[in-house]
């Protein structure tokens, strides 16, 4: 150990005496922490610690923070501390670091949990205003946008909405057939195998057209729409609005809504009635290639029976859902993309709460179609 810096301690009944002598700097920072750290056996069974400063030759920051330490972790003990001696040209750096860290660390108020609980609903239904007002606000943008461009019909961007039907209709196609396709098949070779055990083999084919032409057909292509044609809507809105090519087109004088999310929306209105019709098609003969290869109905029975258990009714219904889904998906799309801010993890919160709030509304609209359709006896 270095000579230019020790620690001489001398213990008087209770109380505990120190006397740091020479360089206490950063130069000897090992030296004398080894020798702090020696000390302490002495001074934890001590009522009283004094620290004479006269024999200290040089000091800095460290040195002073070292011993500043040591009083504060004595004072947590209850050990009384008292600086003997102190040079008065060590005394501003005294003061200054024992003013470091001095802020007390407040211990969490525990709350009620009830009073907690209702503070969360509180919360969760302010949320849900803020979400509903702007759903709303993005419906009525819409609205004025559709009627300026039914007042003039040449500003409608027909060029933009032929494309992205294109892109959300036609190319969406293959994986709409194939995804319902293969749910026609399982929900047949359920009812098959459940059914078969009383005997009522022929009433698959009445689950399976009403479920799919009512329910499951335009219900499993909405959530398909809202997970590849929302989540692309709200990728494409918020990488304008991050470029503040938005911005721009307010400042060229264009309506944000009218030249960007009206061709939109107006191509997903058109598009999502065709893909559940050609959905509840391939789910339909999903569930008649099953009947026919597991359960031993030939196609002609199967469409001899799917026409007596199906009315249009069954059809119409399906159908009718199927434009306001659409609507559904498109303004929660557009106002998720609208909402992005300036940062990529922004792009991906909104994109990701535009899938689960589209199918979210999704489903609960075909909730209430279900209990209105049933109201009115169709």
């Known amino acids: 150990m270095s000579t230019d810096s020790t620690l001489h301690c001398t213990t008087t009944g209770e109380t505990v005496?120190?006397?740091?002598?020479?360089?206490?700097t950063a130069a000897h920072s090992e030296a004398l922490e080894q020798r702090l750290a020696a000390i302490n056996?002495?001074?934890s069974?001590?009522?009283e610690l004094a620290i004479d400063m006269a024999g200290v030759r040089e000091l800095d920051t460290l040195g002073a923070w070292?011993?500043?330490?040591?009083?504060?972790?004595?004072i947590a003990r209850k050990i009384q501390v008292q600086f003997l001696q102190l040079p008065e040209r060590y005394r501003g750096l005294f003061d200054q670091v024992g003013r470091v860290n001095r802020r007390t660390v407040q211990r969490p108020v525990s709350k009620n949990k009830l009073l907690l609980g209702l503070e969360r609903i509180g919360q969760y239904t302010i949320?849900?205003?803020?979400?509903?007002?702007?759903?709303?606000?993005?419906?009525?943008?819409?609205s004025f946008a559709l009627v300026r461009v039914l007042g003039r019909p040449r500003t409608f961007r027909i060029t933009s909405a032929a494309y992205h039907l294109y892109r959300v209709?036609?190319?969406?196609?293959?994986?709409?057939?194939?995804?319902?396709?293969?749910?026609?098949?399982?929900?047949?070779?359920?009812?098959?195998?459940?059914?078969?055990?009383?005997?009522?083999?022929?009433?698959?084919?009445d689950m399976v057209g009403i479920l799919v032409l009512r329910e499951l057909g335009v219900l499993i292509v909405s959530i398909m729409v809202a997970g590849r044609s929302g989540s692309a809507y709200t990728a494409e809105l918020g990488s304008m609005k991050m470029r503040e090519e938005i911005d721009a087109l307010?400042?060229?004088?264009?309506?944000?809504?009218?030249?960007l999310i009206l061709p939109r929306v107006v191509a997903l209105v058109i598009a999502l009635p065709i893909l559940a019709f050609f959905g509840s098609m391939a789910a339909l003969f999903g569930g008649g290639l099953v009947a026919w290869l597991y359960g031993g109905m030939s196609p002609e029975i199967f469409i001899a029976r799917l026409r007596e258990a199906v009315s249009v009714t069954h059809f119409e219904v399906g159908m009718i859902k199927a434009p306001f889904m659409a609507l559904v998906v498109g303004l929660v799309a557009c106002s998720e993309g609208l909402r992005v801010k300036g940062s990529a993890e922004s792009l991906g919160l909104q994109t990701t709460n535009s899938v689960v709030k589209s199918i979210f509304l999704v489903i609960v609209l075909d909730g209430v179609f279900a209990v209105f359709f049933a109201s009115i006896g169709m």
């Open 169 to 205: 209709g036609w190319q969406a196609i293959p994986i709409m057939v194939l995804i319902t396709f293969l749910i026609g098949c399982i929900i047949a070779q359920q009812g098959i195998f459940h059914f078969r055990k009383f005997d009522a083999d022929a009433y698959v084919v």
């Open 127 to 142: 949320t849900l205003q803020v979400e509903f007002v702007t759903f709303l606000e993005m419906l009525a943008a819409l």
């Open 17 to 24: 005496r120190l006397a740091p002598v020479g360089a206490w």
């Open 66 to 74: 070292l011993l500043e330490r040591l009083a504060r972790g004595c």
């Open 250 to 259: 307010r400042m060229m004088g264009f309506d944000p809504v009218e030249v």
């Open 45 to 47: 069974t001590a009522r």
């Open 41 to 43: 056996p002495q001074i």
